[in-house]
């Protein structure tokens, strides 16, 4: 089972990323999908995350109206749509992907996930 993420870069703020997250090794039509990014010397936090079974999204507060995840099941990807970067959304993001044996809300933490990529740099400057 591997999930790949790319498409990070270097931005300018007011800019835009599409970060992708190709799934392999497993089907995870029945799994949601989530977006997580660490900054340096912060703890890793909640993006958003994906329903593949019925397209449900959540987001973080701090990125809600910006940032937009969607899937393509033909394609077994997830993709971030990142509008109006700002600095502070420098960070490397990791996707994961976790069973749906859980209430919507825990999907914003970490345990619930049992894949992860292995992340990708998005550098915002000001």
């Known amino acids: 089972v591997q999930l790949q993420a790319s498409g990070g870069g270097l931005v300018q703020a007011g800019g835009s990323l599409r970060l992708s997250c190709a799934a392999s090794?497993?089907?995870?039509?029945?799994?949601?999908m989530g977006w997580f990014r660490q900054a340096p010397g912060k703890e890793r936090e909640f993006v958003a995350h994906?329903?593949?079974?019925?397209?449900?999204?959540y987001y973080a507060d701090s990125v809600k109206g910006r940032f937009t995840i969607s899937g393509d099941n033909a394609k077994n990807t997830v993709y971030l749509q990142m509008n109006s970067l700002k600095p502070e959304d420098t960070a490397v993001y990791y996707c994961?992907?976790?069973?749906?044996?859980?209430?919507?809300?825990?999907?914003?933490?970490?345990?619930?996930?049992?894949?992860w990529g292995q992340g990708t740099q998005v550098t915002v400057s000001s």
């Open positions: 994961a992907a976790g069973g749906p044996r859980y209430s919507t809300i825990l999907y914003t933490t970490e345990r619930v996930y049992e894949y």
């Open positions: 090794g497993r089907t995870f039509s029945t799994y949601r």
């Open positions: 994906f329903s593949w079974s019925g397209g449900s999204t």
